[in-house]
């Protein structure tokens, strides 16, 4: 017999909102109180390496927003999979059901 794939959808969209709350819940904070005064080096280069830092978490939340988008298509195509398999599973046994029926 054939072992079922079983899929928690609730769960994995709750995740997925979750994630996407999570998400929601960062934003770029600006560097306060900026020294804008000071001509050390050190400063310019600490403000570049924050802008960097910012850069690289934005790239990581679209990442993760994605992620979270394809957690809930898997969901919806294994649905609608899973729908069209049980047609075409109920359609063959039908066939089955009449060709046993069937006298030569």
């Known amino acids: ?4 794939l079983v899929i ?3 769960k994995i ?3 997925s909102k979750t994630i996407s709350s999570d998400l929601n ?3 770029k904070k600006e560097l ?3 020294d804008k005064k000071t001509t050390l080096s ?3 280069k600490s403000k570049n390496v924050y802008d ?3 850069n690289i978490m934005q790239s990581l939340k679209k ?11 898997m969901v919806s195509d294994f649905e609608k999979f899973d729908t069209e398999m049980g047609k075409k599973n109920s359609s063959r046994k039908a066939s089955v059901k009449s060709a046993k029926g069937v006298k030569k």
């Open 63 to 73: 990442s993760v927003e994605n992620d979270s988008k394809n957690l809930e298509k």
């Open 8 to 10: 928690d959808k609730e």
């Open 25 to 27: 819940d960062y934003s």
């Open 32 to 34: 306060n109180p900026a």
């Open 13 to 15: 969209l709750n995740h």
């Open 42 to 44: 050190v400063n310019q």
């Open 52 to 54: 960097s830092f910012e």
């Open 1 to 4: 017999m054939a072992k079922k």
